[in-house]
């Protein structure tokens, strides 16, 4: 019997890895969701059409809130949750005219981490730590206080992006990248904000 030739149509991936070190050009703001509002919509879930029978309001601890916005590794450093770059990269991708769906199986970031909690990635900070801010918020009509992590500007960290080289080159990446620093940003009140214009937080520019 006579064996039958195929043609190979699809190529095997082509990967490459670009470190970048960014530099914080506005304050970074992070809200993680703290593991105590979690298990308060768990028990409300749990508790059905009894939840709100008799409840009394809790006391707000802004220190602990504070506390519970950071993303903390397994080894106890704060990060920058490795999602939120690729997101950035991806919604940049609208400005450039490149379809953001092949975005999405094309750009990744590589972990230095990952969270204690939820296991999500993180980039860990080569320069700066958080500090206690307060701000007003308004959320559906309602008015609320927020005690946030902030990082002032200045703030450095390294970023290693994993690329298909098929759909993007160095340069393309590169360029990518310093749109999101300077038209996307990252973290709370950033210029991309889905809820808002941002606070003009979030940006930062690429050191080399």
Known sequence: MKAIKKEVIIK?????????VIRGTAPY????????????IKAKQEAGSQAKKGKTRESKNFQECYEESIHYSREGWPGIPAASIRAA??????IVGFKMT?????????????????????????????????????IQNVADIRARAMWDEGWEAAVRIRFDEDQFSLADITNLLMRVGTQVGIGEGR????????????TFELVN
């Open 89 to 94: 990269m991806v919604s940049a991708c609208r």
């Open 12 to 20: 095997p991936p082509r990967f490459q890895v670009a470190e970048f």
């Open 191 to 202: 210029p991309d904000s889905k809820s808002s214009v941002g606070m003009g937080w979030g």
């Open 102 to 138: 092949l975005a999405k199986l094309s750009v990744f970031v590589e972990a230095d981490g990952f969270d204690r909690r939820d296991g999500a990635p993180l980039i860990k900070f080569l320069k700066g730590e958080p500090h206690y801010v307060e701000h007003p918020v308004r």
């Open 29 to 40: 703001v992070q809200q993680a969701f703290s593991q105590k509002a979690a298990e308060q």
